[in-house]
Nanobody, 121 residues
Framework: VQLQASGGGLVQAGGSLRLSCAAS????????MAWFRQAPGNEREFVAN????????YYEDSLNGRFTISRDNAKNAVYLQMSSLKPEDTAAYYC???????????????WGQGTQVTVSS
């Protein structure tokens, strides 16, 4: 199983980025997908998840609607559209696949390698 995250980079505050995660080696529609992030010195935290069919999504409360998670089951891919970015969004962003629709990172058995997002003020 491979989850390949991409799309990170350096952006100014208020800007936007779209992260992508390409999955292979698994039956994509068997898994709920999620994005987590981890800033230096912090624990990995939940950002958003989406169910197997793309019909249900959940977000970390403090995002206040700035991020949107989506998936394309025909392409075995999940996306995270991030807008109105803030310096505190700076982190490595990880995609994950799991059997449960949960914020608990321990429920996700497969992880990507992370893509760095840096937001300058």
């Amino acid at each position: 199983v491979q989850l390949q995250a991409s799309g990170g980079g350096l952006v100014q505050a208020g800007g936007s980025l779209r992260l992508s995660c390409a999955a292979s080696g698994l039956t994509f529609t068997d898994y709920h997908m999620a994005w987590f992030r981890q800033a230096p010195g912090n624990e990995r935290e939940f950002v958003a998840n989406i169910n197997r069919f793309g019909s249900s999504t959940y977000y970390e409360d403090s995002l206040n609607g700035r991020f949107t998670i989506s998936r394309d089951n025909a392409k075995n891919a999940v996306y995270l559209q991030m807008s109105s970015l803030k310096p505190e969004d700076t982190a490595a962003y990880y995609c994950a696949a799991g059997a449960g629709m949960t914020k608990n990172l321990r429920a996700y058995g497969y992880w990507g390698q992370g893509t760095q997002v840096t937001v300058s003020s």
